[in-house]
Structures are given as C-alpha cells and as structure tokens.
C-alpha cells in the first residue's frame, strides 16, 4: 500500500492541475445530482418488528382510520382572554379547508367536539330523566293492575296489561344499560379536552392517511401553511397565537450556523499556529471542504429515493470536516518536515504521501469499518447513518492522498515560512539519522507514570459516574429552543391541557370471536375502565372499532409528558395487562414508538460494543505486534467512551451547566446517541493510538528501550495529536451550539470524547501504563508473530526502498 500511494502522490503532485480540475468536476456532479435527484428529509424514526409497528400494522388492516398520523395545531389568544365567536369561527373554516388537503384524513374542530361533548352530557342527562319519567308511569300502571285484579277484574285484560307494563320495564332496563354504559365512557374521557377550561386555548388534531412515519413533508407544509406557516408570524386568526407541535413539522438542521462558523475558526488559528503558513492552513480546510461537498451532497442526492432522517448527511458534514482536515493535515505536516531536511520538492510529496498517507488510509479504514459495522445491529436508520459517515471518511481520504499532493505541487516551498525557505537555501541541511534527529530524552519515572494512572483512570470513572443515569428516547417539543414554534405548541399545551396530553397513547384490544353490537359495547366499556383504573391514566375514549368488532382503538391519556419515565413504564403495564374477555392489549402512539426505539437500540448496544471492541483487539494487534498495547487501547476507548457518556447525561439530562451549552428543557439522551458514539469515537481512537504508538513501536523495533521508546514516540507524535484533537473538538463542538435538538448532544459527545481520549488516555494514561510494564508491552507469542502478515503503517520499508540523495551541491559546499 505505501508504495503504491507514493507512486500516487508523485503521479498526482505531476498531474497537479489534472487533479485538481476532476475533483472540481466531481463536486459538480455531486451538486448536479443533488439538484436533480434531492429528495425531502424526515425527522422521524422508525425500527421495524416492534410491538409500536406491529399493532400500526393491525390498525391498517382492521381501523384502516385509526392507523394514521397525527399532528396538533394548538392555538391560544393574545389576550389570555375566552375565544370570541368570530375567532371561533374563523378557526372552523381553517379546520374544515386543513381536512380538504390531500393526504389528511380528517381534522378536528375543537370547538364542535367540546359542543357535541356538551350536547352528549345533556343528552345522558335527559334521557335519564325520559327513562325514570317513564318508569314512573309504568310503575303507577302497575299499581293500578294490582287494584284491579284485588277489585277482581278480568284476568286475561289485565294479563295482557302486564305483559306490556313487563316489555316496557324490560326495554327500558335495556335502554337505560346502554345509556349508563355510554355515561362511563363519557365520564372516562372527560379529561380528554380540544379547549382549555378558561376557553382561552384549543388544539386542533389532524389525521392524516399515512402512519405517523410515512406522513409526507408535502402534507405537512401543506396544513401549516394553511394556517399561516411555521416561521413567518403572520397568524391568519387575528388575536390567536398559532403553533405546531413538532409531528407536524419536518425540520431540518441547518448545516451552518454560527457555531459551525466559530468551530471552524478555532481549526485555522491552531493550523496557522502548527503550519505557520496561511497556505499551509488553508489547504487542509479547503481539503476538508470539497471532499464534505463530495461526500454530503451525493448522500443528499440519494434522499430521493430513500428514506433519510434529518440528522444523516450533518452527520457526515461533521465527520467529514474533521477528519478531513485532521488527514490532511498529517500528510501536510510530513511534507513540511522533509523539505526542512533537504528533501526535493517531488521527492517529499511523494514519500509524505506514501508515509503519511499510508497512515492516514489504515486510519481511516478503521473509522469506516467500524461505521459501516452499524450495519449489523439491524436497525436501518442506523445503519443508513454509518454507510454515510463511512462514505464521508472514504472521501476524506482519497482526497488526502491525491487532492493534498496536487495542491502541494503548486503551492511549492511557499508552504513554509520565509525564514524556513532561507535557512533551506542557505545550508542545504541533510537529514539526520533518526539517533540524531531525537533530542536527548529519559524515560518518565515510575512514581510519576503510577500518579498518571491513577489520577488519569480516576478522573475518568467519575466523570463517566452520571451515565449510569441515562435514560434514552427521541427529543420531543419540550428540547426544543423556547423561541422555537414546537416548543411553544408543547408547553402551552403541557400548561393548559396537562402533560400527558403531549403524547397520548393508542390501545388497541383484540376480542375473542364474533361479538354482536350489545357484547361489544360491553366489552368496549370493560376494557375502558380497566385502562382508566391504572395508575398515570387521566382519561380514555374509545375512539373506534372494526367492521366486526373483534379490533377495538382507545386513546389513553397519561399523567406525565412523553418522555417521562412514568409513561415509559406506564407503557410496559398496558401491554402487560390482562382483561377477562380480551385475547390481548397492543400499544402504539409516537411516544409509544420512541420507547420502542429506544428499549431496542439499548439492546443492540452491547453487541455492538462487543464487535467493536473485537474489532479493536485484531487490529491493535496487527499494527503493534503486542497483546498488551491492543488490550490497554482498547480499555481505554471504553474508559473515554463512558466518559463521553457521562457528561452527556450530566450536561442535556442533569441540566449541569445548562446555560453554558444552551440547555433549555434537559431530558433523556438521544435514543441511538450511544450506539452512534461507539463507531465514530473508536475510529478517531484508533486514529490517535496509530500516530503515537507506531513511533513507539518505530522506536523500539530500532533498538531503543521500551521506556524510552515510549518516550520517543510520544515526543514524536504528540504535537501532530494535539493539533489534530484541537480540530476536532474545535469542528464538533461548533456544533453544539446548533439549533437542533438532535445536534447538539451529537456535537458534545464527539467533542467531550475526542478531549478525554486524546490528552487524557492516549497521552496521559496508555504511555504511563506502558512505562510501568516496560519490556512487556512488547510480548507476543511466536506463533502468532509468524500467523501475523507485516503491516508497514508508517511506511518505514517504503523509505528504506526510497533513501533521500542528497543534493550534489549541498555535498560540494561542505
């Protein structure tokens, strides 16, 4: 592979202009594509074979009416005051032009459903008086048949006046049963209401035909402009805030904000600071910049055609900038290097590439498998998100290896500075054998390398302490920015409406056999009470039934908020409960769904983890020849990833330091956060653990101790790491200032993680660890050293193959 990449770099460096015009053709294809085959985003999940899907499925099949999405609309007045009758009015026309639009099944009045519930009460309450009224005459009919009959009158009239005073009890015994059973489930969703009690606010609900996962973003635009839009303000209603509830939004995340911008910033001043050039500084950005608009705009162009949630192409917009700037810069840095120790322009651009570069394609490679290993949790908006940051990272590297040494052919020595290319023409230096080249170095002592590993592990156990809290489920409107229309629409619901009413459940009660009306009806108020007797329910009300009665939907209203852990275990009971007469109990619902998400992403996880952390192992081994440096690598990563975790929970679930990182609403963690992190931070740990421990591993195999060879490496490697992990914290962390809930824990998690595993365990820890066991560290069994193929990582038989000559002149001056 080295000779192969030093064979394209110095075709690539030749070719330069060459180069450049196919990358800049590549970018414009990737735009054309965009442009032409882009489709729309989504910000919904979903995961197939969960109980939410399943009973989805049912309700197609049997409430074809029920199985659809639903979006709310909540609208209050300015003035805190009741709706008046013109407002109310014209919000009507607004719902009955909303239940028109294509692809929306139906929309509810809420000022119509309170005067039917109202008619309904009064309803009940005169037909139990109809029902005693006639029961009264009955009776006083009855009384005057028992006169009759002691007056002796004639038995066979007053038999048949009975056998009608006993058929009207009856029909009345019957009538006033249905009406009773009707007064429950009246009763039961009374805590269900469209307006709020002080009439000064209503939710208008909109179904739609398609699950709540398949609902189009057309449909949606379509309702929210129609009832004035979600950004520009101008409320149709005059007097009535309008708001939508995050189902009815599609929202995507803006690619660049102002944190992004600083992120970004922040990579230049530490490239400038490391480079010393603006060229050498602006070529690793401008690297960085065309391979994310290779990478995210191709990934756009397949949203087309597959479904793709909001989050996926930033998340190869981030990946992709970090890493490509990081890449290019350790081949960048490498060319700097030789051309201060003498080395022909040509001559370093290849051999940087071949060396470097070679670095950089295992690097990366390990980034990628480990991203596209999101594959084998089997859940496909997951997966889908690994193959597209490992299509990114795939980018970022071919662009390192051919776009780098092309603009480092034209760029020239300008790439140093002017005293740099001064003290070249003037001295002609020759390069030093590595001996010489190393400054005068002693191993660290052992006190102090056992402090490192205590303090070290420590620190990093406490912080990962909060991670054992962590609760996981999708955001809702309440994570969103309080300026924000979702989270507008989820408290003033929360407030006036109670929490629960954020996210009603749909139960779905499956009867055995045929039921006839009468035995449906009885069933249906069976299964109502039994939901209402459970603890966290507010109200239930059935609100449908199959063509056969055997399928009957309730929608059950909790205490608490969606994401709570009440819900979550509210959830869990219904589905565990058992009514007599009922086969079974299905629960669905978008909260329902995200604990879905969340309790099977909790599951992937540790076999995740687990191949991973295998994956770790076989090529730690491969690159280092030890047993040792794999297995302490790898408890590192863990240690970092866990840390990583815990100030996640601390930060966006605790609430610690909430005004700092623009925490307004804390709540559970993203529900694929977790697992995400486990392929992007195990690659960029890799990353580092190549840079710095192939210099030990260089060092060693040359001769030198192992303490010091540790030291030497660390010396070697730890100013290109530490720029490196600058970078990417500065790129991630622009991040967290995103406006989306979705980013922002993303951005935190990459960039906390990066901090804790580049300074803390590659730097700190894992070099201490190795003092400590000195010549072990280097131990491998003899057979497994003779199974185990060379992999040449740095490139050093690569410059035995390619020796430096050293310039005819510079000879003849000394």
Known sequence: MAEFLYRTGRWCARRAKTVIAAWALLLAAAAGAFVLFGGTLTSAFSIPDTPTEAVTEQLKDAIPAAAGGTGSIVLSTEDGAPFTAEQQSQISD??????????????????????????????????????????GELEAAQVGIDLARQQGADPAELDAQQAQIDAGLAELDAQSAALEQGATLLELAQG???VAE?????????????????????????????????????????????????????SVPSVFGVGEIVGLVVAAVALIIMLGTLIGASLPLLTALVGVGVGAMTTMSLSG??????????????????????????????????????????????????TSGNAVVFAGATVLIALAALNVTGIPFLGLMGSVGALCIAVAVLV?????????????????????????AAEHPVPETAAEHAPAVKAMRTPSALLRVVVGIGALLVVAIPALDMRLNLPDGSSEAHDTTQYQAYATVAERFGEGSNG?????????????????????????????????????????????????????????????????????????????????????GNASGNIDIS????????????????????????VFRSIFVPVVATLGF???????????????????????????????????????????????????????????????????????????????GRSVVTAAAIIMIAVFGGFVFSHSAMIRPIGFALAFGVLVDAFLVRMLIIPALMHLFGEKVWWLPKWLDRLLPDVDVEGAALERRHPHVEPKEAVAAR
């Open 305 to 354: 055609v597959i479904d793709m949630a909001s989050v996926t192409p930033v998340l190869g917009l981030m990946l992709g900038l970090a890493v490509g700037i990081d890449y290019s810069l350790f081949i960048v840095n490498r060319h700097r290097r030789q051309l201060k120790e003498g080395y022909d322009l040509d001559e370093s651009i290849a051999l940087a590439t071949g």
């Open 198 to 250: 002080d009439g000064s606010a209503a939710v208008v609900t909109v179904a739609f035909d398609e699950p709540q996962m398949e609902v189009a973003p057309e449909t949606k635009a379509a309702v929210t402009d129609l009832f004035g839009g979600a950004t520009d303000n101008s409320d149709p209603v005059a007097g009535v805030e309008i708001d939508f509830s995050s189902d009815m939004l599609e």
């Open 599 to 622: 309790d099977k992403l909790a599951d992937a996880l540790p076999v995740y983890l687990g191949v991973v952390v295998g994956l770790s192992l076989l090529i730690l081994i491969l």
């Open 94 to 135: 607004l719902v009955a032009q909303a239940a028109d639009v294509d692809g929306v099944a139906g929309a509810t009045d809420p000022f119509a459903t309170e005067a039917e519930r109202d008619a309904q009460t009064r309803a009940v309450a005169d037909g139990r008086s109809q029902i005693e009224t006639a029961r």
């Open 504 to 588: 009603p459940l749909l139960v779905v009660a499956t009867l055995p056999g045929s039921p006839d009306e009468a035995q449906a009806q009885t069933a249906q108020v069976q299964i109502a009470q039994a939901l209402a007797d459970q603890d966290g329910v507010v109200a239930v009300a059935p609100i449908g039934a199959s063509d056969d009665r055997t399928v009957a939907a309730f929608q059950v209203l909790p205490e608490t908020g969606p994401t709570s852990e009440a819900t979550e275990a509210l959830v869990h009971t219904l589905r565990g409960l058992e009514i007599a007469g009922v086969d079974s109990i299905g629960v669905a």
């Open 192 to 194: 269900i209401r469209m």
């Open 638 to 716: 863990v240690l970092s990833y866990f840390a990583a975790l815990g100030g996640v929970v601390a930060i966006y679930q605790w609430g610690w330091l909430a005004d700092v990182f623009g925490v307004d609403s804390p709540g559970p963690i993203l529900n694929f956060l977790p697992t995400l992190l486990v392929g992007i931070l195990f690659g960029l740990a890799m990353d580092y653990m190549l840079f710095l421990g192939s210099g030990m591993r260089e060092a060693y195999a040359h001769g030198v101790p192992a303490r010091l060879a540790v030291v030497h490496g660390l010396r070697a």
């Open 400 to 424: 390192a290896v051919t776009f780098i040494p092309a603009l480092l052919s034209l760029a020239g020595m300008k790439i140093l500075r002017r005293k740099e290319r001064a003290a070249i």
